[in-house]
């Protein structure tokens, strides 16, 4: 089955600076990426995804870009804010139901 | 409208006992799935329901877990004789579409403590 590595598992940032995650995933018929937040105590959401016909999408400060051959995909926040402090996960899908999500990565922005 | 709702919010239960956990999930989506989020873990998929079907059971961790759905709606998922392994927040998601490839909308979890 679908191993999702996801790296770092902590990240602090400064405010305004950026913040990359990284993920990687085992199964070349993976062609949907997903990235899900969840602020503490809460649940989590969908922030942003990507599909494998795609190599980079953006979304205001979030992008997420793909690299089909290396198999690996990352999450790029520009200008963080405190608000953007949460765990992220990172997830891979082929066409079936099943989503293989990373361990996760605890982002805190500094002010 | 509503989101997911998932109930209840909090259990904590003696070893050995049975639990339910129950999931509302957004009106017309058909698409169900649980997972489990250990203590600073990713979450771990369990099983998904497509209508009351669930073609995929592989997920339960072992045959103490068992889930329903009726009605193409509510779902319960049901440990027995629970251990203390079985502590987790157990998060219940529903999506409109048939596949992962639709966004997944996720309830607020269960947390379940096992003493």
């Known amino acids: 089955g679908e191993n999702v590595e996801q790296h770092p598992s902590t990240l602090s940032v400064q405010e305004g600076d950026s913040a990359v995650i990284k993920c990687t995933y085992s199964?070349?018929?993976?062609?949907?990426f997903p990235w899900y937040k969840q602020e503490l105590g809460k649940r989590p959401q969908l922030i942003i995804d990507i599909r494998s016909n795609v190599g980079e999408k953006k979304d205001q400060r979030i992008a997420v870009t793909l690299n089909k051959t290396a198999k690996h995909f990352s999450l790029h926040i520009t200008e963080t804010q405190p608000e953007d402090s949460a765990v992220y996960f990172c997830a891979a899908s082929n066409d079936d139901y099943k989503l293989s999500f990373g361990a996760g990565t605890t982002v805190t922005v500094r002010a | 409208g509503a989101g997911v709702s998932q109930s209840p919010s909090n259990k904590v239960t003696e070893k050995g006992k049975d639990v339910e956990l129950r999931c509302d999930p957004i009106s017309g989506h058909t698409a169900l799935y649980w997972y489990r989020q250990s203590l600073g873990q990713g979450l771990e998929f369990l099983i998904y329901?497509?209508?009351?079907?669930?073609?995929?059971k592989s997920g339960l961790p072992s045959d103490r877990f068992s889930a329903e759905r009726t009605g193409g709606s509510v779902s319960t998922l049901t440990i027995q004789r629970t251990q203390q392994e079985d502590s987790a927040v157990y998060l219940c998601a529903s999506s409109r579409s048939n596949g992962a490839q639709g966004e997944q909308y996720f309830g607020p979890g269960t947390r379940l403590t096992v003493t």
């Open positions: 199964d070349s018929a993976s062609n949907y």
């Open positions: 329901f497509q209508g009351n079907s669930a073609p995929d």
